[in-house]
Nanobody
Framework: HVQLVESGGGSVEAGGSLRLSCATSGYSYDLNCMAWFRQAPGQEREAVAAIYTGDGSTHYSYSVKGRFTISQDSAKNTLYLMMNSLKPEDSAMYYC?????????????????????????WGQGTQVTVS
């Protein structure tokens, strides 16, 4: 069955870095949208970064652009989120997600704006705390 398992979260001081990983199994995401979302207590889940696996194109939220990098290692079936220059407002539960729909022509922007409702495969989340 399909599994997405995040790791790499933790506590870090402001200005520090973390790399989140999302190991996937049970499905091959070769022409799909994948994304990282985050949710802080009392707030709605928001997209942070998205990637179209067909061509590797990416898109970021305004709040993390230039600081975060989403990438995929297809050989390892792993999605990454490299987070640099972390700020306290980045503190949240981070989730990786994938849309199992095959998308022949897509883009990172298309994947980012699809909305979390279109992502059917989710990990359990990993906590990031920045102080």
């Amino acid at each position: 069955h399909v599994q997405l398992v995040e790791s790499g979260g933790g506590s870090v001081e402001a200005g520090g870095s973390l790399r989140l990983s999302c190991a996937t199994s049970g499905y091959s995401y070769d022409l799909n949208c994948m994304a990282w979302f985050r949710q802080a207590p009392g707030q709605e889940r928001e997209a942070v970064a998205a990637i179209y696996t067909g061509d590797g194109s990416t898109h970021y939220s305004y709040s993390v652009k230039g600081r975060f990098t989403i990438s995929q290692d297809s050989a390892k079936n792993t999605l990454y989120l490299m987070m640099n220059s972390l700020k306290p407002e980045d503190s949240a539960m981070y989730y990786c997600a994938a849309d199992p729909s095959r998308i022949i022509v897509g883009s990172g922007s298309y994947c980012y704006h699809r909305g979390h409702q279109r992502y059917d495969h989710w990990g359990q989340g990993t906590q990031v705390t920045v102080s």
